[in-house]
């Protein structure tokens, strides 16, 4: 066997290595936080100590790898989407692909987050990607009509965090994914729940008028149904009837 045959099969072991430590890692984070030990990820990627740390001399190098990792995903999950699907159904099965493999990456997340020295050039490099690809689903997707034109991608990849903790935080998985998609269904431009006639009973976004008893001047409580009330009771209601029967 040549050297050039040894080096290249040094070479594939290595990324055989490297995809299994990350693919160990990410479950280990998802299940156990950040407090998973390196050996832990070592033994259950069947490989030793010493070869994870000389992949990723540090759990931050290792978070980072994790991160560019699902964001690669995602990225790849986006472009099949563009080139297989049209542009609203593109979009919205992205952003459930985005819901649902993240919201067991919270730490990870929190981690770059809290980490002035995020992101690293390689994290840069991917998060720019994501970001083209989700704007072009977007911008795609309110072209054909079928996404809210005042949506800006900023706006989505917020929604796509709130949703993934919101999904991460549910007992149920179904109960959960069914508000993720009452969530995503307001993205679209038929009436949605920002606009606040859509509500049935929204007193907590809507000041009804103050009315007033015509007879005491009472404040009145709101009716939900027929015509507003002229009088706070019984009493007031035979005191002013009187008055116009004097009168």
């Known amino acids: 066997m040549t050297t050039a045959a040894i080096g290249g099969g ?136 079928g996404v809210r034109s005042d949506l800006r991608p900023d706006d989505v990849v917020s929604l796509a965090v709130g949703c993934a903790s919101m999904l991460a935080a549910h007992s149920d998985r179904s109960a959960g994914l069914r508000l993720v998609q009452l969530v995503l269904d307001s993205l679209r431009p038929s009436v949605g729940v920002t606009e606040r006639q859509a509500f049935r009973d929204d007193l907590g976004f809507r000041r009804e008028p103050v009315g007033l008893c015509a007879d005491c001047g009472a404040t009145l409580p709101p009716r939900p149904t027929g015509r507003p009330a002229q009088y706070c009771g019984a009493t007031c209601r035979q005191r002013a009837r009187r008055r116009r029967l004097a009168g």
């Open 10 to 145: 040094d070479r594939a072991d290595a990324r055989r290595n490297r995809a299994k430590m990350l693919t160990a890692a990410g479950a280990a984070l998802s299940e156990q936080g950040l407090d998973v030990p390196l050996g832990e990820i070592a033994r259950r990627a069947g490989v030793g100590a010493g070869t994870v740390y000389r992949h990723f001399p540090t759990k931050q190098a290792l978070l980072e790898a994790v991160f560019v990792q699902h964001l690669d995903e995602l990225i790849s999950s986006g472009e099949r989407r563009m080139a297989q699907f049209a542009p609203t159904q593109a979009f919205f099965g992205f952003l459930l692909d985005v819901v649902e493999k993240s919201h067991k990456r919270g730490h990870i997340c929190d981690v770059v987050a809290a980490d002035a020295g995020w992101p690293h050039p390689m994290l840069t490099a991917s998060v720019q990607r994501f970001r083209q690809v989700l704007t072009a689903l977007l911008h795609a997707g309110q072209r054909a009509g």
